[in-house]
């Protein structure tokens, strides 16, 4: 895709000036965030717009938190938590200990998620389970850490968690303030950490590996150097949950047994090079 040199401007200087890396996304997807926060600003060209950049540090971390967009739910496809549930309780039999990395996990109803069914299945031992739970996003982090939800117009947060029979073991829901807060002993499974899928540092030791709708953003260069990275972050055998608009990259298919392709839940290969199954590198 040609890319309009005002607009190429504009995102290097955010790569250069706000290490975002704008380069590893998909160029449609950086000019719609971009446009949107121009529309807010009322800029009329991306020239006026970096000006403003320039001008004021405040739009700057108003677009890097534009840029890494973190729309998420509670039990997001609930079809495909089905199907969760089914990977943990089996992971439950055979397994004394159950490391889960919830990747780009937004602001933390995607790990919240994993633990509640955890607790609510009587076929998953949830003392078993660690959930490491990471972000690019420090503000989508610190909402994560603080474990409270407030519902909007457009949100019904009731109707996710709607999921179990019955949420309130594990939320307390205030009608008032129109909050719902998740109880510590759901959040005790949980460790949350800054982390760059693109740039950051190798994980290994995940017997289920979560990372959905992060692909829709991404170049696909680097789509396919994630999907690598996130292979070998997995036991052998290992589960890994991609978003169910997403796929695998051609390339990679061979790494990758489809334990079910509608759901995009798929198994790392027993003999795939470089495997570490000693323990997770997380706490
Ligand atoms: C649409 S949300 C998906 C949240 C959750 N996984 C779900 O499906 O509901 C995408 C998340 O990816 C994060 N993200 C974007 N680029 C990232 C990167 N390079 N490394 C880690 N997370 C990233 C964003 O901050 C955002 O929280």
Redesign the pocket.
Known sequence: MSIDPALAALLEYVEAELGFVTSHYNTSYLDRRVSSRMRRTGCDTYEEYLELLQADPEEGTALLESL??????FF?NPDVWAGIRDVLATLSETNETIHVWSA???DGR?PYSLSMLAHDDDAIDESAIHILA????EP?LETARERTYTESRTVDLGDQLDFLESYEEYVDHDPETRTYRVARSVANLVTFER????SGELKSGFDLVIC???FI?IDNEYKQSILETLGRSLRPNGYLVI?KAETIPPKLKSAFEVEDGRLRIYRRGADSGNQEVESPSHK
């Open positions: 890494s967009i973190n729309v998420t739910g997001r780009a996990c937004a995607e990471t972000d690019i996003s989508a982390h760059d899928l693109i959905r709708n992060l953003y978003g």
